[in-house]
C-alpha cells in the first residue's frame, strides 16, 4: 500500500515567496533535542520483536487449511483475494505487463447484468466462447474492481455429451487479471464454454459500468448508468480478454427497472420480466460484429431520443435537454453519408444512437452504434450557445465517425498504434466538417489547432515517439495525449499532400477493406499506400511509405529544416536537426517532402503541395533553383517540420508578407516566433512580420490574426512580472490598434469566420483594465446583475472573465450562483472558465477548495476549475499549492482514468518562468514518486517547459526588451 505522503510541514511557493519576516523554515524538525534509547533497552525490544515474528508464523502455520502433503488448499476452495487490494498493490509498478497470452481468443460473450442502483453494485453472469489456438491448462482474463464466485466456474467442452473439467485452483494476478487454473488441458483447436457469475461496481470515476447523476427540471435527483470502456476499461464491467486484438461478437442483456430503457450497441431484440417481478425488466441484444472489448458498450437510463430525419440515427438527451439535439440530429447523417462515399464502405450496423451523457470523462467516446458524448460537446441552444460551440459539436461528432472506420472497422492490433485511429479521426474530422459545412472552411484550422499543438508538446525533449511499446493500463492513458492525435494527425496530413489525394485515398480504402472486421498495424497501413503509390509512380520502385514514415512514427520530435541561399548560383543548401525549446543539439535525420516556391512576376503558385525534393534521411542537401525576391519551403506547412531561413530571405518574406496568401502568413508567423523562441532567429524578424501584417490587414484574416495573437500569448505571459511587460502592451495595442477598434461588441447574426475573428480580438482588446472594451464589459455584465438584461452568446466568454477580474467578490458570488442555476451545457464551461479570471487570491483558494470538498464540481470538469486558476498568473502559485496539499485526495477522487490530474499539472507550467518554481516542481515531483499513478508524463513535459521559460529569460529577455524599447514610438510602422 502506497502510504499518504504528508505536507502539513512543507512551506508553499506562498509562504515562501511572502516571507517578509526572514523565516527559515525547517522541514519536520522536531521541537526538543529527540528521543534517547538505551542500549540495554534497545536489545529487549529486539528480541521482543523477534518473538512477535515466531508467533505470527505459528498462528500461519496451524490456522491455514492444508492437506496431507503440507500445499495450501487451492484457491478455487478459499475465498479469492479481491481485485481491490490487488489494484493497490499490483499496479502500482509501472512496469506491470497486463498483456495476456495467445493461447486462446475469445469468439463470443454472453452476458447478463444486473445494475443496483441503491448499492451501487452490480450483478452478472458471462458464457465466453474460447477457440484454443495453443494446448493449455489455463484460462486467464481481465478483470478490475470484480469479485469472481469460484464455485461457479465451469469450464466445458463445445462437444456433445461432455463433461466439465475440474477446475483446479483461480487467483486474481498483478495486472488487472484472473487465472483459473485446469486438472487437465484444453485441446488446440477446439471450442470450449467458460461460466461464471460476478459482482462488480457502480463507480463513480466515470469509468467501466458507471452511475451518474442529474437533476431534473423539478429538482429532482435522477440516476443513471452508462459504459465508458476506453482503453481498458471493459474489465471493471464484466470479466473480459480486454485488449483490441481479441476482437469477438458480445450478445448483452440488461435488466432495467420499469421506468427505465436500456441502450448497448445493437438494436433491442426483446424484452422480458425479470422472473415473478414485475418492477424489473429483461432487455435482450443479438450479438455485435466482431468488435473490441472497449467498443462495447451499454446503458439503463431515462434518457430520451430526439425528433430526427434519418431513422437509423437517433439523439438522445435528458428529458429537459431534448430541444438542443436537433443541431446534431441534422449535422450527423451528413457526416454519415459524407464518410460512406469517401471511404466506399457502408456503414455496416443497423443503428447509431448518439448519446448525451449527464456525465462524461471524454468529449465522446466512438463505441460502435452506440457513440456517447458529453453534453457540452453535442448539445446546442439556438438561443443560448455559441459560434465556438456549434464548432466543437460539428468537429467531435464528425470525429467520432470518422473512428467508427478507422478504429471500429479496423482496430489496430495494441495500443502502441493508438494514433492510427485517433490521429486519422482527428484528420478525417477536418474533412467531414468541411463537406457538412463548406463556408466555414475550417481545414485553414489545421495549422493553428493541430499542428502548432503538436509541436509545441513535440519540441520538448520529453515528448515521445507516436509509436513506442506499452504493457498496461497506466502506460496505455498516458498515449492519450497531443502526440497520438494532435502529431498523428499532422502526419497523415503530410502523407496524404506527398501522395496526392487520390493515391493516399484508395490506399485507405485498399486498407479498410483488406482487414475489414480484423486487426492492423502501421505496417500494414504503409504497404497498402506503397502499393498505390507504385502504381500511381508517385514512390520509386525502391522506396516505401514505410522508409518514410517509419522515421516520423518511431523518433519523438520533428525538424528544423535550415535554408542558406546562394543567390548567384542560384543554389540552396539545404540541412536538418531535431528541434528543441531547450538549449540541446541533436543530429537526428528525417525523410523529409519539401515543397517550394519562389516569387514570379507572372503569379506565384502557392497551391502545389507535393514535394519537389527530398531530404532522404540525409543530413544535408543542396539543390538548384530559380531565385528573385523571395523563396518559400514547405508551402501552407503541409510538412510537419519547421523551416528557417537565410537572414535575406526572411526579411525579403516579412516585406512581402501583405503579397503571401493568409495560410502563408500564419505559417510564417508560427515558424519564426518558434525560432525565436528557441534563440535560432533574431526575434527582430517575427515582432516586424506581425507588426507588418497587424497594421496592413484591413480584412483582418482570421487564421493568421489567431495564429499571431496565440504567439503573442507566450510573451504576453513570461514578460508578465518584468519591466518589459508595459513596452510589450504598448506593442500590441499600437500594432492591433485598427483592428481592436473595428471589431465591437455588436453581435449580429453574423457568419462563422466573422464571429471567430470577434472572439479572439476582443480577448486581447479587453486585456488593459482601463480599454473600452474592458469598460463595456464591467457595465453588460452589471446591468445583466441588475436588471438581468442577457448578454449575448457569443460575448460571454469575454464579458465574464472581464468583468470578474475587474471585480470582486460580488461579481464572483453572482457567477457561481448562475452557474448552479444554468442548465445549457456550453453556459456552464463559460462560467467555470470565468470564475478563475478574479484577481482576489482568496476566492481564487475557495474556488479551488470546491474540487475536494463540494459537489457542485463534476468530475468531468475537475481541470477544467484548476487551469481557469492556473493560467490566472496571480493563480498559478495558488494552484501549485493546492495540488501540493491534496495530491492524494485528489487522485483517490478523481481517478487515473481521463488524465485529469495530469493536465492539472500540465497547466502550471506556462506561467512558470523561475529557478525557484522549477526547482520547487521538480522537489513536488521527486516527492511524490511512490505515488505518481499517471501523471509521469506529465510531470515531465511541465518541468522541461519551466525549464525552457527560464532559459528563455536567460538568452532571449533583454533582446526582446531592447527591441520593444527601440521601435516604441512607432511600432504601427516598423521599417
Not at 496505455?476 to 503530410?494: C, E, N, P, V
Not at 540541412?575 to 515543397?595: A, G, M, N
Request: overall charge negative; hydrophobic content about 40%; charged content about 25%.
Amino acid at each position: 500500500m502506497v502510504g499518504k505522503v504528508d505536507y502539513s510541514s512543507v512551506p508553499t511557493t506562498v509562504d515562501l515567496e511572502n516571507n517578509t519576516n526572514q523565516k527559515k523554515y525547517t522541514i519536520n524538525q522536531p521541537n526538543h533535542k529527540g528521543l534517547v534509547i538505551s542500549r540495554p533497552l534497545c536489545a529487549l525490544m529486539a528480541v521482543g520483536a523477534l518473538l512477535m515474528a515466531l508467533l505470527a508464523g505459528l498462528v500461519v502455520f496451524f490456522l491455514v487449511p492444508r492437506y496431507c502433503d503440507g500445499q495450501t488448499a487451492p484457491e478455487a476452495i478459499t475465498e479469492p483475494r479481491t481485485p481491490k487490494n490487488l489494484a493497490i498493490n499490483g499496479v502500482v509498478d509501472g512496469e506491470v505487463d497486463e498483456r495476456l497470452p495467445r493461447s486462446l481468443e475469445p469468439t463470443l460473450y454472453s452476458i447478463r447484468i444486473r445494475p443496483d442502483f441503491q448499492n451501487s453494485s452490480t450483478s452478472g453472469t458471462i458464457t465466453m466462447a474460447l477457440h484454443v489456438l495453443e494446448e493449455t491448462d489455463e484460462i486467464i482474463f481481465h478483470v478490475r474492481s470484480i469479485t469472481i464466485s469460484p464455485q461457479s466456474v465451469v469450464v466445458k467442452s463445445k462437444e456433445p455429451n461432455s463433461s466439465p473439467i475440474p477446475v483446479k485452483g483461480q487467483d486474481y494476478l498483478k495486472g488487472d487479471r484472473y487465472r483459473i487454473k485446469l486438472e487437465s488441458k484444453m485441446e488446440k483447436k477446439k471450442l470450449y464454454d467458460l461460466d461464471l457469475e460476478f459482482e462488480g461496481e457502480l463507480n463513480g470515476h466515470l469509468q467501466g459500468f458507471y452511475k451518474s447523476r442529474y437533476h431534473d427540471q423539478a429538482g429532482h435527483e435522477r440516476v443513471i448508468a452508462s459504459t465508458q470502456f476506453s482503453p481498458t476499461d471493459a474489465r471493471r464491467a464484466f470479466p473480459c480478454f480486454d485488449e483490441p486484438s481479441f476482437k469477438a461478437n458480445f450478445a448483452i442483456s440488461l435488466a432495467r427497472p420499469r421506468d427505465m430503457t436500456t441502450l448497448a450497441n445493437m438494436p433491442l431484440a426483446n424484452s422480458s420480466k425479470l422472473g415473478n417481478n414485475s418492477d424489473w425488466f429483461w432487455d435482450s441484444y443479438p450479438p455485435t460484429p466482431k468488435i473490441s472489448t472497449y467498443l462495447v458498450a451499454f446503458m439503463v437510463s431515462d434518457l430520451k431520443p430526439g425528433s430526427s430525419s434519418d431513422a437509423s440515427i437517433k439523439v438522445w438527451s435528458r428529458q429537459s435537454l431534448l430541444s438542443q439535439t436537433s443541431y446534431a440530429a441534422q449535422l450527423a447523417p451528413k457526416i454519415l453519408r459524407y464518410f460512406e462515399s469517401y471511404f466506399d464502405i457502408k456503414f455496416p450496423l443497423p443503428k447509431i444512437d448518439v448519446v448525451a451523457v449527464p456525465e462524461f470523462g471524454f468529449s465522446a467516446m466512438e463505441n460502435w452504434g452506440l457513440i456517447t458524448f458529453r453534453e457540452s460537446s453535442l448539445l446546442f441552444d439556438p438561443i443560448e450557445s455559441t459560434n465556438d460551440d456549434k464548432r466543437t459539436i460539428a468537429t467531435v461528432l464528425s470525429h467520432e465517425i470518422a473512428r467508427q472506420w478507422f478504429g471500429n472497422l479496423v482496430t489496430p492490433k495494441w495500443w502502441d498504434d493508438l494514433w492510427l485511429k485517433e490521429g486519422f479521426a482527428t484528420y478525417m474530422e477536418y474533412k467531414g466538417v468541411d463537406y457538412a459545412q463548406p463556408t466555414w472552411r475550417i481545414e485553414d484550422e489545421f495549422l493553428p489547432c493541430e499542428t502548432e499543438r503538436a509541436m509545441a508538446a513535440d519540441a520538448l525533449a520529453s515528448s515521445r515517439p507516436i509509436s513506442f511499446e506499452v504493457k498496461n493500463s497506466r502506460q496505455i492513458r498516458q498515449t492519450f495525449d497531443d502526440i497520438s492525435y494532435a502529431k498523428g494527425a499532422s502526419i497523415i496530413r503530410m502523407m496524404n499532400h506527398f501522395l496526392g489525394e487520390e493515391t493516399f485515398k484508395k490506399g485507405l480504402i485498399n486498407f479498410l477493406r483488406k482487414f475489414n472486421n480484423s486487426n492492423a498495424d502501421r505496417n500494414d497501413l504503409f504497404a497498402s499506400l506503397t502499393e498505390e503509390a507504385h502504381k500511381s509512380e508517385i514512390l520509386l520502385k525502391n522506396e516505401t511509405v514505410k522508409d518514410i514514415m517509419t522515421t516520423w512514427t518511431e523518433r519523438a520530435g520533428f525538424p528544423v529544416v535550415h535554408c542558406m541561399a546562394d543567390y548567384e548560383k542560384n543554389k540552396l543548401h539545404i540541412f536538418q536537426r531535431r528541434f528543441y525549446l531547450t538549449d540541446k543539439e541533436e543530429k537526428s535525420t528525417w525523410w523529409i517532402p519539401l515543397s517550394f516556391t519562389a516569387f514570379s512576376p507572372n503569379g506565384t503558385n502557392f497551391s502545389n503541395t507535393k514535394p519537389q525534393f527530398w531530404l532522404r534521411g540525409e543530413y544535408e542537401i543542396e539543390e538548384s533553383v530559380d531565385l528573385t525576391e523571395w523563396y518559400l519551403l514547405n508551402i501552407d506547412k503541409t510538412g510537419y517540420f519547421i523551416v528557417n531561413y537565410d537572414e535575406k530571405n526572411w526579411l525579403s518574406l516579412v516585406d512581402h508578407v501583405m503579397d503571401l496568401p493568409p495560410s502563408v502568413r500564419a505559417q510564417l508567423i508560427a515558424d519564426s516566433t518558434e525560432l525565436a523562441r528557441a534563440n535560432l532567429l533574431s526575434y527582430h524578424v517575427p515582432l516586424k512580420l506581425i507588426a507588418k501584417m497587424a497594421v496592413l490587414d484591413e480584412g483582418i484574416m482570421f487564421v493568421p490574426t489567431w495564429v499571431a495573437l496565440e504567439k503573442l500569448k507566450f510573451l504576453s505571459d513570461i514578460l508578465s512580472a518584468t519591466p518589459a511587460f508595459g513596452l510589450f502592451e504598448e506593442y500590441h495595442r499600437a500594432i492591433f490598434k485598427t483592428t481592436y477598434e473595428r471589431v465591437t461588441f455588436e453581435d449580429p447574426v453574423d457568419d462563422y469566420i466573422t464571429r471567430r475573428i470577434r472572439s479572439t480580438v476582443l480577448e486581447w482588446s479587453c486585456r488593459s483594465p482601463d480599454s473600452r472594451c474592458a469598460h463595456e464589459s464591467r457595465t453588460r455584465f452589471r446591468q445583466w446583475m441588475i436588471t438581468g438584461a442577457k448578454i449575448a452568446p457569443n460575448l460571454r466568454e469575454i464579458v465574464y472573465c472581464t468583468a470578474i477580474r475587474e471585480g470582486g467578490e460580488i461579481e464572483w458570488d453572482f457567477a457561481y450562483r448562475k452557474y448552479l442555476e444554468v442548465e445549457t451545457p456550453s453556459e456552464k464551461n463559460m462560467l467555470l472558465d470565468a470564475l478563475g479570471c478574479t484577481r482576489l487570491r482568496w476566492l481564487l483558494s475557495r474556488y479551488l477548495g470546491k474540487l475536494t470538498n463540494d459537489t457542485s464540481i463534476r468530475i468531468q470538469d475537475a481541470d477544467r476549475v484548476f487551469e481557469s486558476v492556473a493560467r490566472n498568473k496571480i493563480g498559478t502559485n495558488i494552484a501549485f499549492d493546492f495540488l501540493r496539499k491534496n495530491w492524494n485526495e485528489l487522485l483517490s477522487h478523481y481517478g487515473d482514468g481521463f488524465n485529469i490530474v495530469a493536465k492539472m499539472i500540465k497547466s502550471l507550467a506556462a506561467q512558470m518562468s523561475t529557478e525557484f518554481q522549477l526547482s520547487e516542481l521538480k522537489r513536488f515531483r521527486d516527492n511524490i514518486k511512490e505515488n505518481i499513478s499517471t501523471t509521469s508524463s506529465a510531470f515531465d513535459n511541465a518541468i522541461e517547459t519551466v525549464k525552457a521559460n527560464v532559459e528563455w529569460m536567460e538568452k532571449n529577455y533583454h533582446q526582446v526588451e531592447q527591441w520593444l524599447q527601440k521601435y516604441k514610438d512607432h511600432f504601427d510602422y516598423i521599417q
